[in-house]
Each structure stands twice: as structure tokens, then as C-alpha cells.
């Protein structure tokens, strides 16, 4: 199984980043896709997820109304969509998958690098 995560880079305060998670390697039709991220210094944070079958979407407080989660499953991809980015969204950003009612991630991908500067 892989998840590959791309799309990070540098961006100024309030511009924008669409980041890419290629799935590959198993059916996720069981999983619940997310992207988590980590800055420097602080805990890990779970920013938005998806189900691969179904129509809900959860984010974190911090990042609703400006970052959108979506996926293209004939494709085996999950996005997300960050609009209105602020130094606070500096960090790793990893995309997971977890089996429907698990706490946990089974799998990540490798991180992308998101900075913003201010």
C-alpha cells in the first residue's frame, strides 16, 4: 500500500495550495481518508477527512471554511483544497487511511511540506 503525497511548497500569507494524495496498493472502499498535519514543536493535528464511499466531510476548527477535502476515486486521488493560508498552517501534512471506525490510521504517506510566509 502506498499513499503519496504532493503539492506542498512556499506561499505567502493568504494564497493558496492544492495538495495531492495518489492511493494505491489496496481497495480503500472500507477506509476513511484524512490528512493530518505537524508543525514544528507541536502535537500532530487531524485537519480534515473523507470517506472513500460516501458523501461526508469533517475539519478541524482551525481550518473550516478555508481548506476543502475531496477525492476522485476513478483516479485514486484525495485533494485538499487550501485557500486563505496563514503562517499557522506552516507544517508537514500527511495523508492517511483508517478503516471505518478506527481511531487510528493504518497507513500514511510519506508528508508534504506546507510553509507560509507572513
Known amino acids: 500500500v502506498q499513499l503519496q503525497a504532493s503539492g506542498g511548497g512556499l506561499v505567502q500569507a493568504g494564497g493558496s495550495l492544492r495538495l495531492s494524495c495518489a492511493a494505491s496498493g489496496r481497495a480503500f472502499s472500507l477506509y476513511n481518508m484524512g490528512w493530518i498535519r505537524q508543525a514544528p514543536g507541536k502535537e500532530r493535528e487531524h485537519v480534515a477527512t473523507i470517506p472513500w464511499s460516501g458523501n461526508w466531510k469533517w475539519y478541524a476548527d482551525s481550518v473550516k471554511g478555508r481548506f476543502t477535502i475531496s477525492k476522485d476515486t476513478r483516479k485514486n486521488m484525495v485533494l485538499l483544497q487550501m485557500n486563505g493560508l496563514t503562517s499557522e498552517d506552516t507544517a508537514v501534512y500527511y495523508c492517511?487511511?483508517?478503516?471505518?471506525?478506527?481511531?487510528?490510521?493504518?497507513?500514511w504517506g510519506q508528508g508534504t511540506q506546507v510553509t507560509v510566509s507572513s
Open positions: 492517511g487511511a483508517k478503516r471505518r471506525g478506527e481511531h487510528e490510521y493504518e497507513y
